[in-house]
């Protein structure tokens, strides 16, 4: 994964800004192509449309709760995640000739880059707020996983938030992950989990 630049400390206010938006998500494709040898045709008029979208739903659900607000940035990075696989800003134009698929950057060029995008400001986010480190899950290289991403996000497009989280070494919601879960509630979620599996009678040897 690439880096995204952090001119415009705090990342959280500068996100919230069109222009911001439209510039750091060029540069990062730009630093994408340069590492992958992939090149891509961008559309700026569906790149501030998905901005737009995203940015209605970031709203929709913001939390008030100080307590929440960490969680929340998971939540708001894949609410873009879900706006990128819907409306498709990017599209591949060119491939190295000796591109492996069973690589994620060249498996899904688009998806792989919308990945890294929503992981980059997460984790600047997750680090200048909340001196958090965000940690991938090996699922992130692993080519099985994105053939899954691809198809259920096409058919099912709220399930890119379950597979970012999945990739950031989070606790994926894979029922409704359309709907924010504050860090309690997610905490309690798992609690009763655990309790269940302990309730669980054991199998005869």
């Not at 952090?6 to 494709?29: C, G, I, T, Y």
């Not at 986010?125 to 096409?154: A, H, I, M, P, Y």
Request: aromatic residues 12%; glycine residues 4%.
């Amino acid at each position: 994964m690439t880096s995204v630049d952090p001119q415009n400390a705090p990342v959280r206010k500068s996100a919230q800004r069109m222009r911001w938006f439209l510039s750091v998500f060029e540069d990062q494709v730009t630093q994408m192509e340069e590492d992958t040898g992939n090149r891509f045709e961008t559309d700026r008029g569906v790149l501030a449309a998905v901005f737009a979208e995203w940015l209605k739903a970031f709203e929709a659900q913001k939390p008030q709760k100080q307590d929440d607000k960490e969680t929340y940035v998971g939540f708001a990075a894949g609410l873009m995640l879900r706006s990128l696989v819907k409306h498709k800003p990017l599209r591949i134009t060119s491939r190295p000739e000796d591109a492996d698929d069973s690589n994620p950057a060249y498996f899904w060029p688009e998806g792989y880059a919308y990945v890294a995008f929503c992981l980059n400001v997460r984790g600047l986010v997750l680090t200048q707020d909340f001196g958090s480190v965000q940690q991938t899950n090996k699922s992130l290289e692993d080519v099985r996983t994105w053939w899954s991403f691809r198809e259920n996000v096409t058919e099912r497009p709220d399930l890119a938030l379950s597979f970012l989280d999945l990739f950031a070494g989070d606790d994926p919601n894979w029922d409704a992950p359309q709907l924010f879960r504050s860090g309690q509630a997610k905490k309690l979620a798992n609690q009763f989990y655990d309790a269940k599996q302990l309730a669980e009678p054991k199998q005869n040897q």
